[in-house]
Every structure is written in C-alpha cells, then in structure tokens.
C-alpha cells in the first residue's frame, strides 16, 4: 500500500474518532429527567422520533440526569423509559434551525399506569442563548405570500433585522464585504470579495425548508461574520412520497400607470417550480428534488432631453434553480446528509448596475448580466454520548459573474471596435458614441 494512502486513512479515521465538542448540528434536543420528588434519574434512555421521516436519536441521561442528542429539524416524539417508572411520551416537540429545544420529563414510579403522553408546546422565550435571533419556520415559508417569490423576503420578519426591502438574488444588510454570512445545510456560500448583494447566490422558495437570522451574539461556532448569521436548511423528503407542479405569473393588465412616463410599463413575469419527494428505505433513506425556471420578458425605458433616444429595450431574464437533497440514516447515532444546488440567471437588459435606463443614459450602454453559482455539501455525524459528537464536513462553492455589452460599437477616437458582437440584439440606435 502507498505511503500516501495509509497517511490519509490514519487522518480520516482519526477525524472519525477524535470527540469534537463544539454542538454544530442544525439543532439539538437537551434536558433533565426527574422523578416525582424532583429528585434526578440517571440511565434514562430518551428516544427522539422524526415524525415526517421516522428517523431515530437515541441519548442516555447521566449521572446529574441530563442528556443532549444532537437533531435535525422538524416535529419530534420523545420518549423517557426507565425500568421501575411510567414511561413519559412528549408529542409535537418542534425544533427549528439553530435551536437548542429543552424537554425536562417528569416520571413517576411504575404503579397502574403504563405510560404518560404530554403534548408538546413551544416555549416563549429561550433560556438557553443570549444570542439575538429570529426563526422563520416551515409553515411561514409555505404559507406566506412573498413578492417574487424570494424566499428571503422573509427575513424581514425575524427578530434584528434591519431593512425594508430584499431584491431578488439580492442578500440583506451589506454594507461591505463580511458584514453578513450565509449558510447553506452549514456551507458558507456568501461572496465576500464583492459586498454586493446582486452578485451572491439566489434560492428557490421551494428549495428552503426553514432559516435562522442571527443579527448578533452568535458563538464562536458560526465565526467569518462582522454582521450577521442566516442558517438556512433545505428541505428533504419524508416517508410519505410527495411532488408538486405549480406556475405563478405576474402581468402589466394588473399594473397602474408608471407616474414619470404616465403610461403602463410593459411587463411579464412567469415562474415555474416542480418538486419531487419520498423514501428510498422507509425510516432510513430519502431524497428530495426541486427545479424552479423564471422567465421575465423586461423593458428598460429612457426619458433623456433627446426625444430620439427614448426608446423602448426589450429582453428575457432566464434564471434556473435546481437544487437536490439526500438524508441516510445507518443507526440512531450515524447519520449522512448530502444536498447540491445550481443557480444559472442570464438578463439582457440588466437593470441592477445602475447605468441603463433613465434620463441620463443613452440605450447604447444596455449590457448583458449572467450569474452562475454552484454549491454541495456532505456532513457525516457521529454521535458519541452526551457531552461529544463527530462531525465530518465537506463542501465546495463558486460564484461567478460576466457583464457583456449588447451593442458593438467603434470608439471614434481610437477606431477599435469592441472585442464581440452583442449576445442579443437590442432595440437602438446604430450609432457610435462615446
């Protein structure tokens, strides 16, 4: 066997079973088992089931009757069993991205009764962060109503956030580069060489599971950010096979007239999403898909001093969005899970770098704006007991952008022509300028 072989074995059965104890996962349950008398019970088994996928995590209480099981979102059933007493059964325990959830069961000495179920509320107020923070959970992210369909609209809404308006493909409060951090399934997918917010990656609505905003006081576990922290989770398929087809459309016959140019402003907007989900093993494996397509028809209008340049561009801006998602399950404490999404957005009349359109600038300057970005993650757990846990993490992302002018010209004083012609013709005048 190669020296170099055996070297990078020894390094990644390491990483396996070196404990880390930093608590990194999408959330966590914790607690204290007590009897009756308020006295604490260790070697309680705990028992959390996944109600959508079926998947376990199991933990044991120590010797002060605590316990912490390192989870993925979503809606839980857990359960306490101790030999001698009722076991105790808490439904509807909800845990959402980034949150530690404390469930403090109660057990009584075994007697008439066989178990105990207690429905599952969650709490006001968490006891256990100082950090501000606000959860946009699932029922908000399908049920809402959103301009565009941009899943980080919603942001607005969580606990520290500080602006009034979030752009398509656009991210909140940047004020420059390093001043927010977005985390895709716990890959850092944000552009900090250029702060703008135009040019970092763009989600599908139907792709979010659920996302955390955390404007300050985050731990030294989330880092890389002067600002603030959004933790998104994807969404991922359940033990009941789903898939949905849906279309949403926007049209200037709904438009009033625009107040500069005193008339209806051409436009169109139509979305496409299509999801598929389910099981690959019941309880164990399952897979989820989503591609969302947009197609906008713009107009770019002008209102110069020079009524031969008011002239109308026209041009499509296609974006694709497929993003899929993979949950293994190999024992309640190993757990694998793989996602990996695609943003390809092409405008030719790009309207975001501020020089097109209006009364100062000339139809001549329109130029083509393409975004492209991709990224993927896998995340390996391993939980260990109580107090430690491994977790092997991999994950590569790229963002790249190309602005192209639409219209070939000559610089009058040099005579060099531009080095390509326009990708897609526009509605200008064939003149030269400079």
Request: proline content about 6%; cysteine-free; overall charge neutral.
């Amino acid at each position: 066997m190669r020296p170099g072989l055996v070297r990078t074995i020894i390094v990644v059965g390491a990483l396996l079973t070196l404990p880390a104890r930093a608590f990194a996962q999408e959330a966590a349950l914790s607690g204290t088992v007590t009897d009756t008398t308020g006295g604490v019970l260790p070697g309680v088994s705990i028992l959390a089931v996944h109600e959508a996928t079926g998947n376990t995590f199991q933990g044991l209480t120590d010797e002060r009757g605590a316990y912490r099981i390192p989870v993925r979102v979503g809606l839980y059933r857990v359960t306490a069993e101790l030999a001698g007493f009722v076991a105790v059964t808490r439904i509807g325990v909800e845990v959402l991205a980034g949150q530690q959830v404390v469930v403090n069961p109660e057990m009584a000495v075994s007697a008439l009764a066989e178990s105990v179920t207690v429905t599952g509320e969650a709490p006001l107020i968490d006891t256990t962060s100082s950090q501000v923070t606000g959860n946009i959970d699932p029922r908000q992210m399908s049920e809402l109503p959103v301009l565009g369909r941009n899943p980080l609209e919603l942001m607005l809404m969580a606990t520290g956030a500080r602006e009034n308006q979030v752009e398509q493909g656009n991210l909140p409060m940047i004020g420059g580069g390093g001043t927010l951090q977005l985390n895709i399934d716990g890959l850092q997918v944000t552009n900090n060489i250029v702060p703008s917010g135009a040019r970092n990656t763009s989600f599908g609505r139907e792709a979010i599971a659920e996302f955390q905003l955390i404007s300050n006081r985050f731990d030294a576990t989330q880092g890389r950010s002067s600002g603030v922290q959004v933790n998104v989770v994807t969404r991922s398929g359940t033990n009941t096979p789903s898939g949905s087809l849906s279309g949403y459309f926007r049209h200037d016959r709904l438009n009033a007239a625009d107040f500069i140019e005193q008339r209806v402003l051409p436009y169109s907007s139509q979305q496409i999403s299509m999801t598929a989900g389910g099981p690959i093993r019941r309880n164990r494996a399952h897979f989820f898909f989503v591609y969302e397509f947009e197609r906008e028809p713009k107009t770019v209008t002008h209102n110069t001093p020079y009524p031969s340049f008011n002239i109308d561009v026209h041009g499509v801006r296609r974006g694709h969005k497929p993003t899929a998602r993979l949950d293994l399950q190999f024992s309640s404490a190993t757990r694998l899970s793989a996602s990996a999404w695609l943003w390809r957005d092409t405008d030719p009349v790009d309207t975001t770098q501020g020089n097109v359109g209006g009364a100062t600038n000339h139809p001549i300057n329109q130029h083509t704006y393409s975004n492209n970005a991709e990224a993927g993650q896998a995340t390996l757990t391993r939980v260990i007991g109580n107090r430690a846990f491994n977790e092997l993490k991999v994950g590569w992302a790229a963002n790249r952008w190309l602005i192209e002018p639409n219209i070939k010209w000559t610089n009058p004083t040099t005579g060099l022509a531009s080095a390509r012609p326009a990708r897609q013709p526009v509605a200008a005048p064939a003149a030269d300028y400079v």
